[in-house]
């Protein structure tokens, strides 16, 4: 049986050294997207207790330093972070608003260390039949 040989801690480019300057990476960006959860949302007394479908999305620019160039899951943003963090907010609680719930979003990631961008949507699908959605969006840019 052939011994295991661990992933390398630190994946060298193949092209190490070739890269010109004007295609160095300027940002990193991770997401979540088209997140779809059963929430209390709405002010309309038919919506009140009727969870109805929200749809978030957040993207996370990231510094250098927060976004790992090795191979190991001790380095690695957490997504799992991401998408549990927004299920927990949202869960058991009763919104009026998209607005309350994408700023609420928003300053959770916003705390996070080595965030330097940031944009996080809320989109209801099912309110108008003529209408993709309706929904806010809030960044840093």
């Not at 899951?73 to 799992?80: F, H, I, L, S, T």
């Not at 009026?96 to 609420?104: D, G, M, S």
Request: net charge negative; proline share 7%; aromatic share 10%.
């Amino acid at each position: 049986m052939p011994d295991v040989v661990p992933p390398p801690t630190f994946i060298e480019p193949l092209a190490h050294g070739l890269v010109p300057n004007q295609l160095a990476i300027r940002t990193r960006k991770l997401f979540l997207e088209g997140f779809d959860l059963h929430v209390d949302i709405g002010f309309h007394a038919f919506e009140v207790g009727a969870p109805q479908i929200l749809r978030v999305s957040v993207e996370v620019w990231v510094d250098a330093d927060h976004f790992p160039r090795c191979d190991t899951v001790a380095k690695a943003w957490d997504y799992d972070f991401l998408r549990q963090a927004v299920l927990r907010l949202v869960e058991g609680r009763r919104f009026n608003l998209q607005e309350t719930v994408a700023h609420a979003i928003y300053d959770m990631v916003a705390a996070r260390s080595g965030v330097v961008g940031l944009k996080v949507s809320t989109r209801k699908p099912d309110v108008y039949p003529d209408c993709q959605a309706v929904g806010v969006e809030l960044s840093s840019f």
